[in-house]
């Protein structure tokens, strides 16, 4: 068969294929059409799950009469003009082929009026001739779309199609998935003449927080945590909810870039990882984030669904989320721990609701927004929310090349404020057997009672947790593998030292001279690799094999590459196994001199 242009309706319905799955397809592309031209109200009728009627109806912009016919044309868009616009693309549809490909396998009707003609005219096309007939009409201003008998002309396609029921499911979903990421939209949702949703616009965060429990769950809007957090041209925000509330069931998971709804294997493995051992794996995290970057940096032409996009930095963005999270999820696990310590004090002030005004806008951030509670003002004046958005990221720093690692005096600032505001790693490594007093992240100071004398018991960290990590090891493999320059000394040295190293949960491949660390211990992804991996590679020459879980574990806390918390939450068996080695305090005093110490004598 000799080579050929085929014929602009065969073009058309192979072009279908990718964009018409089913009628949910349609309803996305033609929504998000009207989401571009800039509508606030939004119908969509649906009739027996949209294979016999698709219609929706908005108030935007609307289509003039001599662009009508070059709408229904295949390539024929208004948001883009040349190669330059598509590398930041902001709007949602850009392809030029969805009204092409839908008019070519079902009976499209298109009305439409701008604000400044005096009449509306429609469009109609048809099949596979898809001849397109422009007419006079009486419309206000704005788009309507009729999709009558999808797939008609194509039989194959339509025996696919599943019950009414289970298609017009995927259209609910879908609207849930737009709603929440507009709004500033209102929505309605209509099947077989019975009304579904009714979403007015959301311009407070009360009226966000009600649209919220309406879409995702009373649960989930009560129980998540706002969460807001920024690096460089880079913003996350969006409701996340805590481990401790999560099911086995996957409830709300949705995820945004640029306002587009997103299923991104990249943003899905860095939202799970950020909860980390937090969440068994049967579970399923919940969340309602929002993404935004600079259009530069992402390329959003790469599925015909739109479905996915790809980051320019990857890894930057991977760890800047999974930062992010992972610090939303430590803060909200560290007030939800003191509110239940006050309630624990206070008994008879238990149920929120008995708290006066002022307290319920303290406790209700524990546990999530409260559309009860909660006032938009509320809580943007939250000052421990708000301090989401200057943390700072250790391991995205390293892509950067201009800062550095956080000074001292920066970590001193970090641990006044997680010890006055009871951090839930404190919270919960504290058992009721043992307390420990941690001294310049290296070392924890805990109390030995025996008979009437209270000693105090100094125990070093690394030595102790040493043991508990080579018996005990978890490893987490890294989404994105990360590459270490090494010279020519370090190469033979990393790999007389490679069995040590994966005896401890690294996987490392040495190639080029170049070490590509592939997974790490699951307490270290969290952390600057490329940072302290070269201060270990000096340190390695003065050391054996064995000596190897000591000598990181004690450059990593000395360093503040990590937390002493984190460490001892992930091995709480530690401090109890190591207090029969532990150094002791010179300092003994009686319990009645602890009690007048306490009281000022």
Known sequence: MPIQLLPPQLANQIAAGEVVERPASVVKELVENSLDAGATQIDIDIV????????????????????????????????????????????????????????????????????????AWQASAE???????????????????????????????????????????????LIKRLALSRFDVAWTLNHNEQSVRRLPIAASQLAKQKRLAVLCGRNFAEQALWIESQYGQMRLSGWLLPAEACQQTSAC???????????????NHAIRQAYGDLLPAEYQPAFVLYLDIDAHEVDVNVHPAKHEVRFHQARLVHDFVVQSLADALLQGGAKASAAKLSALAQPDQV???????????????????SAATLSRTDWVAEPEINRLATHSYGSAREYTGTTTAPSVAQAAEQMHYLVANQTAAHNDIVTSSAAYLLVENRFALCQNEANAIASLLLIDIAA?????????????????????????????????????????????????????????????RHTAVSQWFGSLLTTLVNINPPELANTLLALLLTDNFIKAELLLNHYPEALTAT???????????????????????
């Open 464 to 524: 102790s947790v040493a043991p508990c990590w080579q018996e005990q090891v978890k490893t987490a493999p890294l989404l994105l593998p990360l590459r270490l320059s090494l010279t020519v000394g370090e190469l033979p040295l990393l790999l007389s030292f490679a069995t040590a190293f994966e005896a401890l949960g690294f996987d490392l491949l040495i190639k080029d001279n170049t070490a590509i660390v592939r997974a790490l211990p699951i307490w270290l």
């Open 351 to 369: 149920n929120a609701e008995r708290l006066p005004p002022e307290a319920t806008a303290q406790v209700a951030p524990a546990a999530g927004f």
């Open 253 to 267: 998971q949705y995820s945004y870039v640029n306002g587009r709804m997103m299923r991104d294997k990249l943003l």
């Open 579 to 601: 207090k029969r080695q532990a150094r002791p305090v010179t300092l003994n005093l009686a319990k009645a001199e602890l009690s007048a110490v306490e009281d000022g004598e």
């Open 48 to 119: 027996k799950g949209g294979s016999k009627l698709i219609h929706i109806r908005d108030n935007g912009c609307g289509i003039a009469e001599h662009e009508l016919i070059l709408a229904l044309s295949r390539h024929a868009t208004s948001k883009i003009s040349c190669l330059a616009d598509l590398e930041q693309i902001m709007s949602l549809g850009f392809r030029g082929e969805a009204l092409a490909s839908i008019s070519s396998v079902s009976r499209l009707t298109l009305t439409s009026k701008t604000a400044s003609q005096d009449a």
């Open 127 to 173: 099949g596979r001739d898809m001849a397109v007939k422009v007419r006079p009409a009486s419309h206000p201003v704005g788009t309507s779309i009729y999709v009558l008998d999808l797939f008609f002309n194509t039989p194959a396609r339509r025996r696919f199609l599943r019950s009414d029921k289970t298609e017009f499911s995927h259209i609910d979903e």
